[in-house]
């Protein structure tokens, strides 16, 4: 079965075909094409990702991607079985030109359309080209610019979300940071490049613990494995202020200008160490509360962190740690080829294209 995958949730517009036997998925899964065009040029002299300006990009870089992943493959639309396509979380102008187009592409080539959660596809980037894959029960850590979780999956297309964030996602936290620094955006790269040249143990910075239950009555009900970022930023940037020997009115804006370079590097390396501390010591009370988990799954943007690999991999064992090859830790349409194919395998049923379920979910609300 030949799957065409659209991703389009923040800046990337991605597009990419992957194969495999449904039955026997594990065994079978393939990569056939894998296009991204990223919008990270645009965004760098803005600092940040302007929604209405990716949706216009999304908008003229779509087609000519998706018939770049089709060529790539060497297939056509004869060979194609099924579209699929991430319809939320993300940008709604961004999601809106991906899911309109997979939906008119369904509809005009008659296709079944599978719509696709994007968090559950940064999970099955584990399954696309590693070569042992992870083994039920496990949990899964995904750490991206816009979600930081803990999810346990007993089995394929089960997810229990256990922790979550109350507050900031981990890689806004590093892009925040990354943007006091003067770092360019995106923060995350920029952040794990300037702390090779700082001291990690130079400044300590809170590990928050979380005691009350969730505001959110929808949010899992269990403090100790939540998460809060927010605090962390705001303790970088009162140690800016703090060593520029500025009050704490200046303008973040500004502290770029009075730091000297080893200061941005030591508060670099030392909010980037405490950042994946924090990760690491919820993902080992997920751990210590879930004795049955056999595996552990890390995705997301953030999952790229070479440090953050390293740290988990001494802690948790090379054996038991997945992480997506790193060309998948961000946002590819190939991840989201592998998530509709296991679904397909769990039994899940196309979405018609002409019904609301295809939309952004911001829409439909
Ligand atoms: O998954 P992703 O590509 O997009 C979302 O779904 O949000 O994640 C993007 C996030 C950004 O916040 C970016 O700064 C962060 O992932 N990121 C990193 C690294 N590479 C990307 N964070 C830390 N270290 C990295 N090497
Ligand atoms: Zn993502």
Not at 142 to 168: A, L, Y
């Amino acid at each position: 079965m030949n799957i065409l995958a659209i991703e389009s949730s923040c800046d990337e517009t991605a597009a990419a075909v992957v194969s495999g036997d449904p039955k026997n998925l594990d065994e079978t899964l393939k990569l056939e094409s894998n296009v991204v065009v990223s919008q990270i040029d645009i965004f760098k002299a803005y600092g940040g990702v302007i929604p209405e300006v990716a949706a216009r990009s999304h908008l003229e870089a779509i087609l000519p991607v998706v018939k770049k992943a089709l060529k790539d493959a060497d297939k056509t639309w004869d060979d194609i079985d099924a579209i699929a396509v991430t319809h939320t979380p993300g940008l709604l102008g961004s999601l809106l030109i991906g899911t309109l187009t997979a939906r008119t592409l369904a509809i005009l080539h008659n296709k079944p359309l599978y719509a696709v959660h994007h968090l559950k596809s940064h999970i099955y980037a584990n399954w696309l080209t590693n070569d042992s894959l992870p083994e039920f029960p496990l949990i899964a850590l995904v750490i991206s610019g816009g979600h930081t979780q803990i999810i346990k999956m007993n089995q394929h297309n089960h997810f229990d979300i256990i922790g979550t964030t109350r507050d900031d996602a981990v890689g806004e936290c590093f892009d925040k940071v990354a943007k006091i620094l003067g770092l360019p955006y995106p923060g995350g790269p920029a952040i794990a490049e300037k702390a090779k040249q700082g001291d990690p143990k130079k400044y300590h910075f809170p590990h928050p613990k979380l005691t009350s239950a969730p505001r959110d009555k929808n949010q899992p009900d269990n403090p100790s494995l939540d998460f809060s970022f927010s605090g962390l930023k705001t303790a970088v940037l009162r140690t800016a202020q703090e060593i520029a020997n500025v009050p704490i009115s200046t303008p973040s804006g500004e502290l770029k200008n009075l730091l000297a370079d080893g200061q941005k590097a030591d508060l670099a390396a030392s909010f980037q160490k405490t950042a994946i501390d924090i990760l690491l010591e919820k993902l080992g009370q997920a751990l210590t509360e879930n004795p049955d988990v056999k595996s552990i799954v890390i995705a997301g943007g953030v999952s790229a962190n070479q440090a953050l690999r390293k740290k988990a991999i001494q802690e948790f064992g090379e054996d038991r740690v997945f992480f997506p090859e790193p060309k998948f830790s961000g946002d590819n349409a190939a991840m989201v080829g592998a998530s509709a194919l296991y679904e397909i395998k769990s039994g899940v049923e196309p979405t018609d294209p002409y019904s609301l379920n295809i939309l952004p979910r911001s829409v439909i609300s």
